[in-house]
């Protein structure tokens, strides 16, 4: 197959990017958008050119490494699934792609099309976990957990930490990451005890970060790699409400 | 040779080994233990559970990772479940059993008491998931679920859907989160390690590049723990994540550490096929499917072209469960794997190119119906059909033989140390407790058992004695590391050929799929011996690393590690040659039964392979030590799964 394509290119942090054009030709339908980049990359470098910077790592969907905005759309236009899920058979014959980094202010460019998401690190530091000293965990069935519960608990943790969430977000919010960490670990009795503290913590890293407020337009459902379902938001905002009355009544 | 090659294994009955050595091992007191600086290189499932561990003792640690957060590290691939003797199904498992599958799966090469240990602490992890929020899979009654993986006659595995090592690696990198907030833990994601520094015999620092700005720097430590998997890669296609390497290991192995059964690389059955050129990795598929799925292929080569449900179920051939009746599809990895590559050889195999056999759920979706099967695997289904294009519900999965896994390492002893003082090795990365053949869902057992239950005993144990003795990064040795790793980056810049990196990679890894691949022989391995040192060669003429070293340059990081391999490949076929055996995952085509099955030597060759890094392999090649294995508890058997 042959394709345009029109990728954005930038040195770095500081300088200014735009999108320029190359030709790929002769692709191979069942190669993945990643793989069809590889092939650009190596033409680019044999011809002396530097190559176009694009973060993967697995390959398969899972890590969350890969970051890319398809045609304007995070992961591109085949939902679900992350970007190096995306194959080139998916497209039209001679059709132009373009390709772009995930655009969100508090996910600064490092170069062409990788980017600087550290902000969601962060906001896991501020709360996201359950503090169990190795050592002193109780026996693992001591505390019958109902399967419904385990099996929503495990829907919001699948999310991957691609942040493409916040890059279909017309706000940039980050609150589907957020409730899905938030609410993974309120559905477990394990994530009690910290329950409180823990969702006023994330809600005001993410704030801290810069990233907007939703206003339910599901976008982030509608990209989300890993089919996290918005209804978590509403879970997050029902356990800061929660949170904040209690705080506010002295608890 | 630096340090020495004593596997220091505790005396006394195999089931008190571990309790008596932790009972005498030295301890650092709390308000000392802020005194120490730990390094810990790799942040996966084995890494990231030391990290947050150590830190929450009140040690302070540096981590480091090539990925841009430390949740992307490839543990989080992991896809079908982790191992305890738990017995929670009543079905007869034990410690022991659990001990016995494990060295038997592995054809007993590896040693008794380090596979005694990990089954040990086995149940102490599952506890600590759950206790950190793992949302496990559990039964109606609110208690955990199990299944059954490859080479058990017990349901001992324990599974987050099929996502397993994710649901693991974000509890660990949830308790590093923790420790980072707590200011225990400093994380330094894309820094790669680029050689270690050994001063005065121990291992006392690192050098490291920061992938984003090309900034060099030197650091020192304590200790220093390389946590940072396996070497698949090596092979180019691999299940592997794109940035997996050897990297930090054969640095550290060309500063004097041991590697150990370099040549003991899992090839895992169950993968969807290779598909052409371009391609830059294969995709595992859960070998958990093999509890449902029935492998087979045509009975007749003619039959191949056929579309499968034309086949009659009198004209396949369950090759599995003919031929290993009593595991059936659930046969270990590499006699799986070897089936498969026979039919094949036969002509009977099917798709493109005849390399692929058939995984077929036709049965167990008429026993159990299709909505079961969706809420067993489903994610499985779809990321075959992403990549393929077909449903799995309707025709039977197409699987063949990937690079999965790779047993060897770096040589430790039973603390888990290397030869050099001071330098851990843990998960992946170290060679210890899988022998020749690593059993499914046991790499995130011993991941998760390194990191939270054996380092943070046996860490100690080295540090009470090193009080004060961390050196300045002033000191000699890292000014020569530091020049040594610049001279390395300028030379791979300089060489400004015509040839791109991947095509090199992938020419060295069709040589070692075909040479030192699923079967190995003599002329094989002595012709890959031959053509490697003239691919290095090759590259360091004709290789093109574009950009510039002081600058985010994905080309030269690549560039760097694929040097590595075209080295370390050398000392994978060196360890197949001198290995003069079958076992395990090492098949030599010269040593097999009369039915095709690997035959060990258990006379000449019941032992750990270490190699020590002589200088430049064009003039001196490595020298071996040789570990005996002592089995004091287990019957050395033929090892059978019919």
Redesign the interface.
């Known amino acids: 197959m042959n394709f345009k394509l029109k990728v954005w290119r930038q040195k ?1 942090r500081h300088s200014r990017g735009k999108l320029v054009d190359y030709d790929a030709p002769d ?2 339908a ?3 958008l ?2 069809m980049l ?2 650009v990359n ?1 033409r680019l ?2 011809g ?4 176009i ?1 694009f ?11 890969c970051s890319l905005t398809v045609n304007g759309e995070a992961h591109g236009p ?1 939902h679900p ?1 992350a970007v190096c ?1 995306l ?1 080139m ?1 998916k497209f039209r014959d001679g059709e132009t792609i373009i390709v772009e980094p995930f655009r969100v202010k508090s996910f600064p460019v ?2 062409d099309l ?1 980017v ?3 902000a ?2 962060r906001i ?11 050592g ?6 001591s ?5 419904h519960d ?2 929503l ?2 829907e919001a ?2 999310c ?2 691609c942040g493409a969430c916040a890059a279909a977000c017309p706000n940039a919010s980050v609150m589907l990451f957020t409730a899905a960490k938030v609410s ?2 309120a559905l ?1 009795p ?2 009690e005890p910290e329950r409180t503290k823990r969702v006023v913590a994330m809600v005001r890293a993410m704030d801290a970060e810069g990233f907007g407020n939703c206003t339910n337009t599901y976008e982030c459902e509608a990209v989300c790699p890993a089919e996290i379902s918005a209804s978590f938001i509403a879970k997050l905002n029902r356990e800061y409400s929660k949170a904040t009355l209690r705080r506010s009544a002295g608890e | 040779m630096i340090g020495n090659f004593d596997a220091r294994v505790p005396s006394g009955p195999l089931d008190r080994k571990w309790t008596s050595h932790k009972d005498h091992s030295r301890l650092v007191s709390p308000n000392n233990r802020r005194k120490f600086e730990i390094i810990v290189v790799g942040s996966g499932l084995a890494g990231g559970s030391a990290v947050a561990t150590l830190g929450e003792l009140g040690y302070r640690v540096r981590c480091f990772c090539y990925q841009d957060s430390p949740r992307r590290a490839h543990s989080i691939a992991a896809q079908g479940g982790i191992n305890a003797a738990k017995n929670y199904q009543n079905d007869g498992d034990s410690i022991y059993r659990l001990f016995y599958d494990t060295i038997k799966g592995g054809d007993f090469r590896s040693r008794e008491a380090n596979v005694y240990r990990l089954a040990e602490v086995s149940s102490n992890i599952i506890d600590q998931c759950v206790a950190q929020g793992v949302p496990f899979a559990r039964e109606y009654g609110g208690l955990l679920a199990n299944r059954s993986f490859g080479g058990a006659q017990v349901s001992r595995t324990f599974y987050a859907r099929g996502q397993t090592g994710q649901q693991l690696l974000l509890g660990c990198y949830q308790a590093l989160c923790r420790q980072i907030a707590a200011g225990t833990v400093q994380m330094f994601p894309q820094t790669e390690m680029l050689d270690i520094v050994v001063v005065d015999g121990h291992a006392k620092g690192i050098v490291t590049r920061n992938l984003r700005t090309g900034k060099i720097d030197n650091v020192a430590a304590d200790a220093v723990v390389l946590a940072t998997g396996g070497y698949g890669n090596v092979f180019y296609l691999s299940t592997n994540a794109r940035g997996c390497n050897v990297t930090a290991t054969y640095r550290a192995y060309k500063k004097g550490a041991l590697f150990a059964n370099p040549c003991f690389t899992q090839i895992h059955p169950t993968c969807i096929p290779h598909s052409g050129d371009y391609q830059s990795k294969l995709t595992l598929m859960s070998e958990s499917l093999r509890n449902d799925g029935r492998v087979w292929v045509p009975k007749q080569k003619e039959d191949c072209n056929k579309a499968p449900n034309e086949i009659p179920e009198a004209d396949r051939d369950y090759y599995l469960e003919r031929k290993y009746p009593s595991y059936g599809n659930l046969a270990p990895r590499d006699i799986s794997s070897r089936a498969a590559k026979e039919v094949c050889d036969e002509g009977r195999g099917v798709g493109p190119g005849g390399r692929g056999v058939y995984l077929d759920f036709a049965d167990a979706i008429k026993r159990v119906g299709e909505q079961t099967i969706r809420e067993r695997y489903g994610n499985l289904f779809e990321v075959y059909e992403k990549i393929t294009g077909e449903n799995a519900y309707h025709v039977p999965m197409r699987i063949y033989p990937a690079v999965h896994y790779t047993m060897g390492g770096l040589w430790v002893d039973y603390n888990l140390m290397s030869n050099i003082p001071g330098l851990f090795v843990i998960g992946e990365a170290n060679f210890s407790d899988h022998g020749a053949n690593r059993l499914g869902a046991s790499a995130l057992m011993q991941g998760l058992a390194d990191g939270y239950f054996v380092l943070p005993y046996t860490l100690p144990n080295y540090l009470a004695g090193q009080m004060g003795k961390r050196p300045s990064t002033d000191h000699a040795e890292f000014k020569k590391a530091d020049n040594d790793v610049r001279a390395k980056i300028d030379n791979l810049l300089k060489i400004n050929g015509k040839r791109s990196l991947d095509s090199i990679h992938r020419e060295l890894g069709t040589l070692l799929w075909d040479k030192c691949g699923m079967a190995r022989n003599k002329n094989g391995l002595e012709e890959a011996l031959r053509k490697i040192p003239e691919l290095r060669e090759r590259f360091w003429r004709e290789v093109r690393v574009p950009g510039d070293g002081e600058d985010f340059n994905q080309s030269l990081e690549r560039a760097g590690r694929v040097a590595d391999f075209l080295e370390f490949a050398e000392l994978m076929c060196l360890d197949a040659l001198a290995r003069n055996e079958s076992c395990g995952a090492h098949f030599r085509e010269e040593h097999q039964t009369p039915e095709g099955e690997a035959l060990r030597d258990d006379e000449n060759f019941a032992d750990v392979f270490a190699w020590e890094f002589q200088g430049n392999p064009a003039t001196a090649g490595p020298k071996l030590y040789r570990e005996a294995l002592h089995f004091e508890t287990v019957h050395l058997a033929q090892r059978s799964y019919k």
């Open positions: 770095d692709i191979p069942q190669a993945s990643l793989e590889d092939i190596e470098v044999l002396g050119h530097n190559p910077a973060d993967s790592d697995c390959r398969e969907g899972i890590c969350g490494t085949d699934g899920e194959y058979r490092i170069k990788v600087d998401r550290s969601l690190d896991v530091q501020a709360g996201g976990f359950i503090s169990a000293r190795a002193s965990a109780p026996e693992a069935n505390i019958p957990i109902p399967k385990v099996d608990s495990m943790a699948a991957i930490g993974h670990l477990l394990q994530g």
